[in-house]
């Protein structure tokens, strides 16, 4: 409105105005805009409703992520979620040097990572928002397609390195081949997850490949018969998902069971009703970490997964929703 009003008045009239009190109105006026924008600066750039952010996402949780962040954007018009696919190394790397708002991991921070944020003086916050799984896949040509915890410990150890030398029900195969184990990347989290629940403290021993995301495993597993994939279950749970079919054809989803000697009906599949029941042993949880010190868009997208809505888009994906209640139903041919 000053501006305006010194134009107007240097169109309408003749008046001369001294140079002494142009100086002063340009410093009006400097201060003045110098002060909304120091208003601007103090004002939060994101709300749990508008904004834009990044957040960093393990790979293997691609699948869930995506559908998330589409549902989250279209109910929130002024809310953009930028999603990073990453190890899962990387993911809480990048929550701790500030890269991204919000880390989407499979665990919690181990004591090198809580000691790191002490010294920043930053708290946490972590949700549980899904149970999820690491699947194991064969090439549909291998008839093999049972394996114990016990015998995928020793895989993975060397103890183990032909098809034939699995057992089930007690009774030694009659397949062949030496086992490949292929996982998604060099810091894979499914590989750590292995490597913790089985408590393999030496170095892997197996023939490991290691290729560049959960997409190559399906694609190496469909070329190589002897392969044995490990992913991240909801990379093949959604049979929404028009991916979903392409990537199942050509291999089998192995069933794991507990017990050293299993009879046949002691292996299960990662299916949701045998994550519900804790049937399948190699089920883990899914967190949403954040060091938001308010409310925040960060808050607001791990509010939203953890909301009834966001909740049934865990279960369409094939997984265990963690903070709503599911039914059960048994149902029985007459």
Do not use: H
């Amino acid at each position: 409105m000053i501006i305006y009003g010194l134009k107007y008045l240097s169109c309408q009239t003749n008046v001369s105005i001294p140079m002494k009190q142009v100086a002063y109105i340009g410093g009006v006026l400097i201060l003045a805009s110098g002060l909304l924008a120091c208003g601007d600066s103090d004002k939060p750039a994101d709300t749990v409703s508008t904004g834009d952010i990044v957040i960093a996402s393990d790979q293997s949780l691609q699948p869930l992520i995506e559908a998330e962040e589409m549902a989250f954007e279209a109910s929130r018009k002024y809310a953009k979620i930028t999603p990073k696919y990453v190890t899962e190394l990387k993911a809480i790397e990048m929550l701790l040097n500030d890269s991204a708002r919000v880390a989407v991991v499979t665990r919690e921070f181990n004591a090198r990572e809580r000691k790191i944020l002490a010294e920043q003086k930053f708290q946490y916050r972590s949700m549980k928002i899904a149970i999820d799984a690491v699947a194991l896949i064969t090439n549909d040509a291998n008839a093999d397609t049972l394996i114990s915890t016990d015998q995928l410990r020793d895989v993975l150890t060397g103890k183990i390195t032909q098809w034939n030398q699995l057992r089930r029900g007690g009774k030694q195969q009659t397949g062949g081949g030496k086992i490949t184990v292929v996982f998604d990347n060099n810091s894979s989290s499914n590989l750590s997850y292995l490597l913790d629940t089985l408590e393999i403290s030496d170095q892997v021993k197996a023939p490991v490949f290691a290729v560049k995301s959960n997409e190559e495993v399906i694609a190496f597993v469909k070329k190589n018969p002897n392969a044995m994939g490990v992913i991240g279950l909801n990379w093949i749970s959604d049979s929404d998902d028009p991916k979903t079919p392409g990537f199942m054809q050509g291999i089998r989803v192995m069933g794991v069971a507990r017990r050293p000697e299993p009879e046949p009906e002691d292996y299960f599949q990662p299916f949701q009703y045998n994550l519900a029941l804790n049937r399948y042993p190699l089920s883990r949880n899914v967190l949403m970490i954040t060091k938001e010190a308010r409310r925040g868009l960060g808050t607001g997208f791990i509010n939203y997964v953890a909301s009834d809505r966001g909740q049934r888009i865990v279960l369409k994906a094939g997984l265990l929703p963690a903070t709503q209640i599911i039914r059960l139903v048994n149902i029985r041919p007459e």
